[in-house]
């Protein structure tokens, strides 16, 4: 098939060029680009040099945005106006280290562990973001939508599918570790998860439990030492403690017994 006649305008060929080159944003801007040029005068590299990064900017930032609705954690979390002073025992340093991601890279784990409503998974969900963010894979998901999602599979074809979506990530959030007990055949799809993972990728799991009581929620004590070990080898461990966010606006009555 023959080629199309080059366009006598020089720019509308250059356009189509680009776009045959799938240089979508460089063609979409260099009307934008060539007019600067004219003003600013850059030399022909540096020039050129706009022009792709133009192309590499807009480029990397689709692939943020890939990696952010596939991660499924919702709009971004940053931790600007934190109230550290609410977890005395909590420091901020470590926590901005994590930022950092170092902990992906070295494939650790980072475990969020104590009362309900004390910011775990917002901590949990900022150094997801920070993850993506450096357009590493992330998913996120409570623990047993994870495994739910793992015995749906089993029955209708898609197991190997599904059991790399969340053993292939780069980071796996798992939160609400414990908040309902696990059968035999759940208990055991943890333990693979856990095991694909083990050294080979990072894991975050966010638990109102400390694994001392993870028995009361797996099927056997065993489960529970062989899932804790590989969760907690080389891991950090932040222990969330302090008065709960949530709170009633008002009480009425006499206390309850234990309240």
């Known amino acids: 098939m023959a080629r199309k006649t080059d366009a006598p305008d020089p720019v509308a060929r250059v356009r189509r060029l680009l776009e045959q080159l799938n240089l979508t944003t460089a063609a979409r801007r260099l009307a934008e680009l060539l007019a600067h040029a004219e ?7 540096s020039f050129l040099s706009q022009i792709l990064e133009a192309e590499d900017g807009a480029r990397w930032e689709r692939k943020l945005q890939r990696r952010r609705r596939w991660s499924k954690l919702g709009p971004p979390v940053t931790l600007e106006g934190f ?8 420091a901020p340093q470590v926590v901005k280290e994590l930022l950092t991601c170092r902990f992906v890279d070295e494939h ?8 309900p409503s004390t910011g775990k998974t917002t901590v949990a969900k900022a150094l997801g973001h920070a993850a993506c963010a450096r357009a590493l894979s992330v998913y996120y998901a409570s623990m047993a939508e994870v495994l739910e999602t793992l015995h749906a599979a089993r029955a209708d074809g898609t197991y190997r599918k599904v059991f790399r979506r969340v053993t292939g990530p780069d980071l796996l ?12 055949d759940a ?21 109102n439990l400390p694994f001392k ?29 302090g008065t709960p966010y949530r709170q009633p606006r008002d009480v ?4 309850l017994d234990n309240e």
């Open 39 to 45: 003003t600013a005068q850059p030399s022909y590299s």
């Open 83 to 90: 109230d550290w002073a609410a977890r005395p025992q909590l």
């Open 108 to 115: 650790r784990n980072v475990i969020l562990v104590g009362r």
């Open 173 to 184: 959030l798992l939160d609400d570790a414990g908040f309902s007990d696990l059968g035999r």
């Open 187 to 207: 208990a055991n799809e943890l333990f693979r998860v856990v095991c694909a993972r083990y050294r080979q990728r990072s894991t975050i799991v966010v638990s």
């Open 213 to 241: 009581q993870w028995a009361e929620f797996l099927p056997s004590p065993a489960q529970a030492v062989a899932i804790a070990d590989r969760l907690v080898d080389d891991a950090t461990i932040l222990r969330f403690s």
């Open 252 to 255: 009425h009555g006499a206390p």
